[in-house]
């Protein structure tokens, strides 16, 4: 086998959990029992957390972030005593570790209630949502903030199954991230299981006025009411993705997959909590043109959701390999152009991207000590992960590679993968039969190295390319937007279309493009976003009431960020992001607010 192809020397403790003070290797929990009340006038949940414990250690450790811990106890002959605990000191990064003296109970239950600031809840005003007559409340645990609203052991290393009674005030309807056992929505009581072991990360609740559209037999939509019919006609496909990722990778192994759509201010496009993905209201654009993330979403099941990686920095072992399944569904729903065309706008950005990223945020196997997990959310393991897939694909063929991957995830199905793992798994189960291969796909050079590979798939788009050329020729005067054919254009045309153009073009044009195109109200929030960048580059000002409007309504990161990067790089623009922020942080989630402080200089801003 070729020197460079060995397994990458992996430091030893790259396996532990740097984002856990949870210790499983002495106590580990493996069933959560929730019981607890929404409380919308004090935004908090209350109740209490039991938890089944084994182990040979007598102290669990837990994790948590601004919980109070009412109390403790643990299981004592047929009833509970208190136990003795303490909570330590918090850390801004990991909260505080709850360490409980259990003995050799095991049962474990705490008494507690969350913060009104709970960096996993958002609490939605009436008016945040589409029906602006109830409140709602959704989780968002991934990376680390289950601990925000359980404590347990908040570590992806950790699986357990969990049940819950949940009571919401009556009327409004609870959803889980697992089986609904029974639902009384008059008095507001709902109970939930989940019988699969999941990591923590993969607990979900959310909480308002939903209705229920079934897509497909194991299928379905919940939203708004008024959301609900064109959410469930944009999702029809969902079953036919189900099916085709069954015939590549085995069993949907979770029953049903339903999809909740969100209100907007949701942080994410989407999040892939099991049997029931959470998607924000953008991607709903009127003709299944932003679906790929529902493909990607479901892709998770497998990639992530069966097979999870071990700790946050493995977690292009989740993302790359559900980007590199999410294509092949678009392969096969959409067919191979629309596929291409999403690919090639994916590598594109990621290549504008790693150029401002420092070389240690290149690396696939990234180094996240002493960080935050959600630092290490950028297109790397994303789109270089699931490139690195890829270029193993044109290698070998599919005849090889599809096969592969689904014995991958019925070896670690319900566990968690270190990257070490599965590069040793990928050396004796292929790699090493194929040593042409080995000799093409440096494993080090992919896992541990910043940059991309000079052996590498690339995908091209040939219907993108002629739309650079038509791009190209209008940004030289050689032809008017209005001789554009853009009668056959999808999302994927525009967006290539956009990103096309030089970034000082002058307002002047833009005018010409608006006149003709409409661009400022463009209903298709990708679409939308990358216009209202360009607008504010060129300070075109007829699209600052867009701009404001769209940063007061949006809640998904991906596209506010952008917008107020743009914005803070002028004085005025400064003064106008500050003005619009302060009028739409309240509105933001905890972890939007997080990313967008530091873009304002939110601190700055306040002081006098
Ligand atoms: N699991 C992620 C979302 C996530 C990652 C939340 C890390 C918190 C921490 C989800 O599957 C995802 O990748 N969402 C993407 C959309 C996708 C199509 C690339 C998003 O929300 O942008
Ligand atoms: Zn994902």
């Known amino acids: 086998m070729a020197s460079c192809t060995s397994i990458p020397p992996v430091a030893e403790d790259a396996s532990r959990d740097l984002h856990s003070y949870a210790n499983p290797s002495q106590v580990r929990v493996s069933h959560v029992e929730m019981d607890l009340t929404a409380d919308f006038e004090r935004r908090n949940l209350s109740g209490t957390c039991t938890l089944t414990v084994a182990g040979d250690g007598t102290e669990l450790v837990l994790d948590t972030r601004d919980l109070e811990i009412g109390g403790v106890d643990v299981a004592d002959g047929d009833g509970y005593a208190p136990a003795e605990f303490s909570l330590g000191d918090s850390d801004p990064i990991l909260g505080s570790p709850l360490r409980i003296r259990r003995g050799t109970a095991d049962t474990v239950r705490i008494d507690y209630s969350t913060s009104p600031s709970a960096s996993g809840l958002q609490w939605l005003e009436p008016r945040q949502t589409a029906g602006r007559k109830h409140p709602f409340l959704y989780t968002q645990s991934q990376a680390i903030h289950a601990r925000s609203w359980i404590p347990v052991q908040d570590t992806p290393a950790v699986r357990v199954t969990y049940g819950a009674h949940i009571r919401v005030p009556p009327g409004l309807r609870a959803v889980m991230s697992a089986e609904t056992a029974s639902a009384d929505a008059p008095s507001g009581n709902y109970r939930f299981r989940m019988p699969m072991a999941i990591p923590s990360y993969l607990i979900a609740l959310a909480v308002g006025d939903l209705a229920f559209e079934p897509t497909g037999e194991r299928t379905g939509v919940y939203a708004e009411p008024s959301v609900v019919r064109a959410a469930a006609k944009e999702f029809e496909d969902t079953e036919a993705m189900m099916r085709r990722v069954e015939e590549l990778y085995g069993p949907y192994r979770w029953g049903r997959y339903d999809i909740l759509v969100l209100p907007p201010a949701f942080p994410f496009g989407g999040m892939e909590n099991p049997r029931l993905t959470f998607v924000s209201p953008t991607v709903i654009a009127g003709d299944k043109s932003l679906v790929s993330l529902i493909a990607h979403e479901l892709a998770h099941s497998w990639s992530g959701n069966l097979a999870t990686n071990a700790t946050w920095r493995d977690f292009w072992l989740n993302e790359g390999f559900t980007v590199y399944i999410e294509e092949r569904i678009q392969e096969a729903v959409y067919g191979p152009e629309r596929a291409a ?268």
């Open 341 to 608: 065309m999403e690919s090639s706008l994916e590598v594109a950005a990621l290549k504008d991207e790693m150029d401002e990223l420092a070389a240690r945020d290149q690396i696939l196997h990234v180094d996240l000590a002493d960080r935050d997990p959600d630092d290490g959310f950028t297109g790397v393991p994303y789109i270089k992960g699931a490139m690195f897939l890829r270029t193993i694909e044109d290698n070998v063929g599919r005849d090889v590679f599809d096969p592969f991957l689904r014995s991958y995830f019925e070896e670690f199905a319900f566990r968690s993968v270190t990257t070490a793992q599965f590069a040793e798994y990928l050396e004796r189960n292929l790699l090493a039969n194929r040593p042409d291969v080995a000799g093409e796909v440096s494993l080090t050079e992919w896992l541990e190295r910043p940059g991309l590979p000079t052996v590498r798939h690339e995908p091209v788009s040939d219907a993108l390319e002629a739309v650079a050329k038509v791009a190209g020729q209008w940004v030289a005067g050689a032809i008017l937007a209005r001789e554009i054919d853009t009668s056959n254009w999808t999302t994927q045309h525009w967006l290539r279309f956009l990103r096309e153009l030089p970034v000082d073009l002058g307002a002047d044009r833009l005018v010409e493009l608006d006149d003709v195109f409409g661009l400022t109200s463009a209903g298709n929030a990708e679409i939308l976003c990358e216009w209202l960048v360009l607008s504010t580059v060129n300070e075109y000002a007829a699209a600052n009431g867009t701009v404001e409007e769209f940063l007061t309504t949006v809640g998904r990161r991906k596209f506010l960020r952008p917008l107020y990067e743009q914005l803070v790089k002028t004085e005025d623009g400064t003064v106008r992001a500050r003005a619009i922020y302060r009028k739409a942080r309240p509105g933001y989630h905890p972890m939007a607010v997080q990313s967008i402080d530091r873009i304002v200089d939110w601190d700055v801003a306040l002081s006098p």
